[in-house]
């Protein structure tokens, strides 16, 4: 209030003093009139940084609010997030866990059929791991004689012996796969094989009927012929035709408990 009036007090101080001009008196009124334009100029700013302040505050607190918000929501899902890859890691290693004893049971499985094999000759027979399968590749010279479909002695003891090893393991899967060269079939049927994969099929049925005779579930054998389609080495000799004249059985660890975690549902 002070403030407010001193101009206006000085102009009649000055009045009021002896000897005062006109002169004096309009430049102290100007004065007057400027500090009150000055006053009123004042307060208008200071009432457009009240404005703004308040709108600044306004505004910062949503900022505020909505960067809480996010906050939150970023916190949620990383919670989610962090569960999932808990779950994720558990999964892998449960996976890990059967892949790794699916290997030892396949080691255990190679060591048990090379065993029960022993004393067959390597080029005749032979007993590998592929692909996490045990591959028993035998030989026609062992099994058949040229063109035929039954199985020789020599052949029928391999087979006995190898079902021997395997008929009491339930967890295994049997394939037997014929195979031969490219060599077509002369003259019609050849003891009812009208061509290679027909021979083949009809090797690999007569083998899986000797191993399920010798105590195999016929539920785990499964036969194939394969033909002249899928042969080791090129069939440009013969020798190389002699190794691709072969019968594979693939025996293969059931993967039921793998299979039931890779598809939960």
């Known amino acids: ?64 609010l909505n960067k809480n918000n996010q906050v939150n929501q970023l916190n949620s899902t990383l919670g ?19 892949l790794d004893e699916k290997d030892a049971a396949t080691k255990a499985l190679r060591q048990r059929v090379s065993d029960a094999l022993l004393g067959f000759n390597a080029q005749d027979l032979q007993v590998n791991v592929k692909n996490g399968k045990v591959y028993v590749s035998l030989s026609e ?12 002695p020599k052949g029928q003891d391999a087979l006995l012996k190898l079902a021997n090893a395997l008929k009491d393991n339930k967890d295994v899967n049997v394939l037997v796969e014929g195979h031969t060269d490219n060599v ?13 994969w027909d021979l083949s099929v009809l090797r690999a049925t007569e083998i ?46 059931k993967l039921d408990e793998l299979f039931s975690i890779l598809n939960p549902n």
Do not use: W
Not at 27 to 56: F, G, I, P, W
Not at 88 to 94: F, G, L, Q, Y
Not at 184 to 196: E, F, S, Y
């Open 1 to 64: 209030m002070m403030r407010s009036f001193a101009p206006a007090l000085l102009v009649v101080a000055a009045l009021a003093l002896p000897g005062c001009n006109q002169k004096e008196i309009a430049a102290l009124q100007q004065q007057n009139s400027d500090l009150t334009r000055s006053r009123d100029q004042l307060q208008v700013e200071k009432s457009a940084l009240a404005s703004e302040k308040n709108r600044s505050e306004e505004s910062l607190r949503g900022s505020l």
């Open 208 to 253: 899986t009927r000797l191993l399920t005779s010798a105590g195999m579930d016929p539920g785990q054998v499964t036969p194939s012929g394969r033909g002249q389609y899928l042969p080791v080495v090129a069939n440009d000799t013969p020798a190389d035709k002699a190794l691709n004249r072969r019968t594979d059985i693939i025996l293969t660890p």
């Open 80 to 98: 989610t997030t962090e569960q999932d890859l808990a779950g994720k890691n558990a999964r892998i290693a449960e996976l890990q866990r059967i």
């Open 141 to 152: 010279q062992l099994l058949f004689k040229s063109g035929s479909t039954k199985v020789d």
């Open 184 to 196: 077509p079939i002369k003259g019609g049927l050849v003891n009812g094989a009208k061509d290679n």
